[in-house]
T-cell receptor
Framework: AQKVTQAQTEISVVEKEDVTLDCVYETRDTTYYLFWYKQPPSGELVFLIRRNSFDEQNEISGRYSWNFQKSTSSFNFTITASQVVDSAVYFCALSEASDSGYALNFGKGTSLLVTP | SQTIHQWPATLVQPVGSPLSLECTVEGTSNPNLYWYRQAAGRGLQLLFYSVGIGQISSEVPQNLSASRPQDRQFILSSKKLLLSDSGFYLC???????????FGPGTRLTVL
């Protein structure tokens, strides 16, 4: 069975600090997909990134970066120079191909608060 | 471009009343469609998914049902709501055969 653990329930940082959100996953499959979503106070989940299990290359997109390490089953998310607009709940998710067409298994989320 | 709509945005219903939440997708054909529920505590749980018209699969037994009467329309229903049905309901779509899901704005349901 798949499992995603986001051990950090809440994180509070001051603007311009760097912050890393941790995600650890469990799966028996060799082919799987990892995601990060952002949920601002409005509630809608916003897709941030997708990684497949064969692509361990880290990615940077502006102030966002992701570190995928299969050896530790982790897919961590770092925000550099955080801003107030980054305040949201962030979800890590895992999926594998199945009859459910890639159903997502979510972690419980990390609530990030960035204060001025 | 593709867009996904959900309505209503918020809903307050008495226990025992019926429910109908609607989700529609524009700008794509033959999508996979999903219903998730986010209860207090933030966890998201997959309720139903559909790979085509009239094809519905349920992930967990519950008081809810889903239907897909048209290719880009997904409906979540209940004949009699329970207090435990309260939550934030999110609809999502993905390209057939692809894994990335895109979510709608959600419906916040309160059952009193």
């Amino acid at each position: 069975a798949q499992k995603v653990t986001q051990a950090q329930t809440e994180i509070s940082v001051v603007e311009k600090e760097d912050v890393t959100l941790d995600c650890v996953y469990e799966t028996r499959d060799t082919t799987y997909y990892l995601f990060w979503y952002k949920q601002p106070p409005s509630g809608e989940l916003v897709f941030l990134i997708r990684r497949n299990s064969f692509d361990e290359q880290n990615e940077i997109s502006g102030r966002y970066s992701w570190n995928f390490q299969k050896s530790t089953s982790s897919f961590n998310f770092t925000i550099t120079a955080s801003q107030v607009v980054d305040s949201a709940v962030y979800f890590c998710a895992l999926s594998e191909a199945s009859d459910s067409g890639y159903a997502l298994n979510f972690g419980k989320g990390t609530s990030l608060l960035v204060t001025p | 471009s593709q867009t996904i709509h959900q309505w209503p945005a918020t809903l307050v219903q008495p226990v025992g009343s019926p429910l109908s939440l609607e989700c529609t997708v524009e700008g794509t054909s033959n999508p996979n469609l999903y219903w998730y529920r986010q209860a207090a505590g933030r966890g998201l749980q997959l309720l139903f998914y559909s790979v085509g018209i009239g094809q519905i699969s349920s992930e967990v037994p519950q008081n809810l049902s889903a239907s897909r009467p048209q290719d880009r329309q997904f409906i979540l229903s209940s004949k009699k709501l329970l207090l435990s049905d309260s939550g934030f309901y999110l609809c999502a779509w993905s390209v057939r055969g692809r894994d990335t899901q895109y979510f709608g704005p959600g419906t916040r349901l309160t059952v009193l």
